[in-house]
């Protein structure tokens, strides 16, 4: 029977369709098994978006020493200094025990504070002299109302998966993450003024252990 | 010498750069409308405008205003009727007054970037202002009558 020109290209393009799909479904599966395979024997969970940052070869990374390392970095964050300004609500907390800040200001969509209350209507470029005044940066702000990076109630696994997604960690890439470590709002923790406590350790022994976490893979701890 | 422009005037004064705002409004200016209340940002009596922003000038160092535009309580409106100084008088805010131009001068931020603020946009405005009298309600209700004022001038 002979056969119409038309259906017999019809039905070469119908074949290269189905040769290009079994393909694409087999790298697919592969891909998918080899990732399982190594995230059930790692220390942690590895971040699902790491870009093109600094971060070793895959092979070089060590889930032990990033979890490891993490758990130092979260003592850090979860200090007043760092978690006051990452709180859970849209006001931002204030002293040792991270009570609600005094006057009640409010976040604003921009994180710099609302109307008459705006951060630095009282917060100058520099520490106010004198016990339980105003700590100063040029920068003070809490996280924007669209990406508010939370710390305050986040488990270490929680936490750790968050700040190494460019969704929810103000749009950072890994190399941007690193150099975070050195922001002057993120050293003014160091340097709080009069009457407030500091981390729990150097910021040379966080930015170590910073380092350490996000270079070794940044591992979320397990939940 | 710094230069300052306070209230739409020039004025050069020799203070050492450290100096609270306030301090050189207050004792260098004789500008004696803004209040000096707790000295650490905690109360708002000594509240101005730095460049349209309501700053606490007993923590602002002069050198911060230092040619920038400063407005005090007795440069908000020429002829003392702001919207906020006309409602003021009219619902009879005051009690003992003395932290009265602080929150004029807080208000006055809100009303210019919210010309109808609901009582919760006034709250979370007027919050780091405190009166001692406790006349927190009359100021919500002169503020909502001044922003009235302010969209309707003919009921002023």
Request: charged share 20%; glycine share 8%.
């Amino acid at each position: 029977m002979k056969q119409h020109p038309d259906n017999g290209t019809r039905t070469s393009l119908f074949m290269k369709i189905m040769t290009l799909l079994s393909a694409v479904i087999f790298i697919t599966t592969a891909v998918t098994t080899v990732y399982s395979s190594e995230n059930a024997i790692s220390g942690g969970t590895e971040p699902q978006l790491l870009d093109s940052g600094p971060g070793p070869e895959k092979a070089d990374r060590d889930s032990v020493a990033s979890v490891e390392a993490f758990g130092k970095v979260y003592k850090v964050l979860m200090s007043p200094r760092c978690m006051n300004c990452h709180p859970a609500g849209d006001v931002p907390l204030q002293g040792d025990d991270s009570h609600l800040h005094t006057m009640l200001p409010k976040r604003g969509v921009d994180g710099k504070g609302v109307y008459a209350m705006k951060c630095s209507n009282c917060h100058q470029a520099t520490n106010t002299p004198g016990l339980h005044t105003p700590p100063g940066n040029p920068k003070w702000h809490l996280p924007p109302a669209d990406m508010k990076m939370v710390f305050e109630g986040r488990t270490p696994h929680q936490l750790a998966k968050q700040l190494v997604d460019p969704k929810q960690n103000g749009r950072k890439s890994m190399k941007k993450l690193l150099e975070h470590a050195d922001d002057t709002l993120v050293l003014a923790g160091w340097n709080p003024g009069e009457g407030r406590t500091l981390p729990p350790m150097s910021h040379a022994e966080f930015k170590e252990a910073w380092t350490t976490w996000i270079k070794n893979g940044a591992y979320a701890p397990k939940p | 010498m710094i230069k300052l422009t306070i209230n739409q005037k020039k004025h050069q004064v020799d203070v050492d750069p450290d100096t609270p705002l306030l301090w050189v409004l207050r004792d260098t200016l004789g500008l004696v409308g803004t209040k000096y209340g707790c000295g650490v940002a905690q109360c708002g009596a000594c509240v101005v405008h730095l460049n349209g922003e309501a700053v606490r000038s007993c923590v602002t160092k002069v050198s911060r205003a230092a040619g920038q535009k400063v407005v005090t309580i007795e440069g908000l409106a020429a002829r003392a009727d702001h919207p906020l100084q006309k409602a003021w008088l009219e619902l009879d805010v005051a009690q003992c007054g003395y932290c009265q131009s602080g929150q004029i001068m807080s208000a006055a931020v809100l009303l210019k970037e919210n010309k109808n603020p609901t009582d919760a946009d006034i709250d979370a405005a007027m919050a780091g202002n405190i009166c001692r009298c406790g006349t927190y309600l009359r100021i919500r209700d002169a503020i909502r009558l001044a922003a009235e004022m302010q969209r309707n001038p003919s009921k002023g």
